[in-house]
C-alpha cells in the first residue's frame, strides 16, 4: 500500500517516547508499504537526520514549526477557535505541501499521529487513521489543577475545553481511530460511538535491551527516567524526591536515587542538591542506567498512555514500582510483573520490599521480562497495525 504519514516531530533521534514509537513502526512498515513521511521539526539542524528515515521511507518532508512561545501561538488560541496546542502546529506552508502530494499522487491510506496536526490535512478521499498517543485534554487538564497563579487558571481551563472539542471533532472526522491502551480506547469509543477504535500498544527493541549489562554491585539504586519537557515527569520526579524518597531514606539509608532524562528543568537539576540523589540530565546510551539500578521507581500521576521507561525496565530486567497510570497499556499484573501503589507511603514500602528482597526482585524482573517479550515486541506490535492498513485499504 502508498502511505502517507504526517507526524508532529521527526522520529529521529530516538530522544522521546514517540520518536521511538514512529521510527519502530516506519522500520516494520516500510518491508511491505511505500511510506511518505511528512514531519515538524523545531530546528533547521534537525534536517541532517531525514537520511536515517530515507532507508524506510519514499520520500520525507520536513516542515519548520514555530516556537511554542510564538506570540502568533498565543494571539492565535486567544483570537480563534484554535486551543493553544493547535496554534502551535498550523502552518499554511505544510497544508501547501500536502495539497500538492495528495493530488500529484495516488494514497491508499493517511495515516496521522495526534489530532493537532490534522487542521493542516486538506479534504481527501483516502481513508485517514488518526492515531492517538494521549488523551491530551486528561494531561492540560491535571496540569491547571496544579496550577499556581490562580488568576490565569480561568483562561487555561478555557483552553483545556477547547482541546477536548477539538479532540472529539477530529475523532469524529477520521475514518478510523487508534489508541495507545485499553483505558484510552474506552474513553475515546465512548465520544466516538459510530467507528471503530483499536489499540495498537507501544513497544520496546528487545534484542537492543537484551544485551543490558547487570552492573549492581555496591550502593542499592533507585532508578527515575523520563524526559521533562512532559509535564507528567517533571511532576513524577519531583513527587519522587519530596515524599517518597524520604521515606525510603529512612529505612534503607546507604541507598542512592539516580533521576536521568533529556531537558531537566532548573527546579529538576536542583534536586541534586540533596543527599545522595544524582540528576543526569542526558544518557548517550540509557542501558547504563538501568545496568546499575535496583529497581525502576515511576510514581506516575498524570499522563495516559504506555511509558517507554516501563517497558524498557522490565526489557533489561530490571524491577518496577510504578502506579496504575504508570503502567497503563501494559498488560503486567500486580505483584506478578510489577508492583503498583498509589500514595507515597505505599509506592516506598514497595520498592523497599524489592530492595530488601532479591528473591523477589528476580522473580518479578523475570516475569515482566517474558511478558515484553511475548507481547511488547515492534515486530509484533507492527504487524497489528499492518492489519488495521490492510482493513482500511479494503473499504
Known amino acids: 500500500m502508498k502511505i502517507l504519514m504526517l507526524t508532529p516531530y521527526l522520529p529521529y ?19 511491505n508499504h511505500k511510506i ?18 530515507k532507508k524506510f521511507c519514499q520520500k520525507v518532508v520536513l516542515i519548520k514549526r514555530r516556537r511554542a512561545w510564538d506570540l502568533r501561538n498565543i494571539f492565535l488560541s486567544i483570537l480563534t477557535p484554535y ?3 493547535v496554534a502551535i502546529y498550523l502552518s499554511r506552508s505544510l497544508r501547501r505541501r500536502l495539497t500538492r502530494e495528495l493530488s500529484s499522487a495516488n494514497y491508499d491510506l493517511i495515516h496521522a499521529e495526534t489530532f493537532y496536526v490534522m487542521p493542516n490535512l486538506p479534504a481527501v478521499s483516502a481513508p485517514v487513521l488518526l492515531v492517538e498517543q494521549t488523551i491530551e485534554h486528561l494531561v492540560y487538564q491535571r496540569f491547571v489543577e496544579n496550577f499556581k497563579f490562580a488568576p490565569l487558571k480561568p483562561l487555561l481551563y478555557f483552553d483545556v475545553f477547547k482541546i477536548k472539542l477539538w479532540e472529539k471533532y477530529f475523532w469524529q472526522k477520521a475514518s478510523r481511530l487508534a489508541a495507545m491502551s485499553e483505558a484510552d480506547k474506552k474513553i475515546m469509543a465512548k465520544t466516538v460511538k459510530d467507528k471503530p477504535v483499536d489499540v495498537v500498544a507501544n513497544g520496546v527493541d528487545i534484542d537492543y535491551f537484551a544485551k543490558t549489562p547487570s552492573i549492581k554491585g ?3 539504586t ?6 521533562f519537557k512532559w509535564l507528567p515527569n517533571k511532576d513524577a520526579a519531583l513527587f519522587l524526591t519530596r515524599k517518597i524518597w524520604p521515606k525510603i531514606k529512612q529505612k534503607l539509608p546507604r541507598t542512592k536515587l539516580w533521576i536521568v532524562g533529556r531537558n531537566p ?10 543527599k545522595d540523589v544524582n540528576v543526569t540530565g542526558d544518557l548517550k546510551d540509557i542501558r547504563q542506567a538501568f545496568s546499575r539500578a535496583s529497581v525502576l521507581l515511576a510514581p506516575i500521576r498524570n499522563g495516559r498512555g504506555t511509558k517507554y521507561k516501563v517497558l524498557e525496565a522490565m526489557a533489561s530486567s530490571v524491577p518496577v514500582v510504578t502506579t496504575a497510570l504508570g503502567i497503563e497499556g501494559i498488560a503486567a499484573k500486580n505483584n506478578q510483573a510489577v508492583l503498583v501503589a498509589e500514595t507515597a507511603s505505599d509506592l516506598a514500602q514497595k520498592t523497599l520490599k524489592l530492595l530488601t528482597r532479591p528473591k523477589l526482585a528476580k522473580k518479578i524482573s523475570s516475569n515482566a521480562k517474558k511478558l515484553i517479550l511475548s507481547r511488547y515486541n515492534w515486530k509484533i506490535i507492527s504487524q497489528d497495525l499492518d492489519k ?8
Open 13 to 31: 533521534p530516538l530522544y522521546s517516547g514517540g520518536q521511538i514509537r514512529s521510527y519502530n513502526l516506519l522500520k516494520h512498515l516500510s518491508v
Open 265 to 274: 528543568t532548573t527546579q529538576i537539576l536542583a534536586l541534586k542538591d540533596q
Open 218 to 220: 555496591g550502593r542499592l
Open 222 to 227: 533507585v532508578l527515575f527516567v523520563g524526559n
Open 36 to 53: 511518505t513521511l511528512f514531519s515538524f521539526i523545531r530546528e533547521e539542524k534537525e534536517r541532517v537526520y531525514a537520511k536515517s528515515l
Open 388 to 395: 488495521i492498513y490492510q482493513e482500511m485499504g479494503k473499504n
Open 83 to 85: 486551543p493553544f496546542l
